[in-house]
């Protein structure tokens, strides 16, 4: 078994659920941070408490999603509703069609993890072409941030474009292209204002994981011995006084459930520079981790406009 060791990639970044730019004043962000605090802390994503106190707090979230000026709370409701509550905690009864809705908002506002969420929705319901749009538009937006960014890769996109792209009908290729096109000339503007302001915030932000690089190898002893596609699972958690991960809530882990469990210590890991453990100790942000099994690559071919 030694000698078949292998190494995964897990490619690390974290998405604040308190983007400062998405309020109007620094009074509106600490109101939102605030809120959203106060959600986690009821009980949300809590299994042990009771199903109709967390669908009470996620009424909330409902009031918050009726426009578009929070896009990752569009998101984290949508990701509720997206799963099936006995294989995961949403205190939510699955509805596709809301969560179709809520991330497709999300994701035309800049949350660009919501794109690849939908085309894996697609997929497991069978609309392909659905599936192979949303696909090649979270490809061609991962890839501009590979591009602006450093510790972005672009295996995960790969593989969601992979998966997309198997068996996909060769005569309805040049209709979903023209798809994407379209969709991007409608849109680009927009998600890349809501782009531009997730990199303002990050610029500023003084509470990035302070573990050298972004990237962390599992071996496949983490694994049980068995081989797990590329996926990516989604936690809040709260800072301790050390600059440390106090607390850990999963949302989400697709499109493999068992994701959450696999890295979750990784999430547990993360920690901040000394120097801003204190200010940091007891803010609330979610952390998406991306695994990369390192079996997918595309080149890069722009999308046809």
Known sequence: MNAMRIFFLVVVSILSLLLPTLGHSERATDMNEARFSRWIHAGLLDPDIPTAQRRAIAG???????????????????????????????????????????????ALHGIVPAMAKLSTIELQAGNRFDAYVWAQFYYHYANAQAQADPHWTTGFAASILHNALDGFPAADKESADESVGAMVQQYDTQIRQGLAKIA?????????????????????????????????????????????VGKLWTIDAWPNPRLARILRNIALGYRVEPAVAKEAAGRVTMLPLSYEDGRYSVRDEAVKN
């Open 60 to 106: 909330e979230l409902e009031v918050v999603a009726k426009d578009d000026s929070d896009p990752v709370v569009l998101y984290l409701l949508g990701s509720l509703y997206r799963q099936d509550p006995e294989r995961s905690i949403s205190p939510l009864a699955q509805d596709l069609d809301r969560a179709r809705e809520l991330l497709s908002r999300a």
């Open 200 to 244: 303002e915030w990050r610029s500023d932000d003084r509470f990035r994981d302070a573990r050298p690089g972004k990237r962390v190898l599992m071996n496949s002893e983490d694994l049980s011995g068995r081989r797990l596609e590329s996926g990516m699972a989604e936690y809040v958690i709260e800072f301790a006084a050390d600059g440390s």
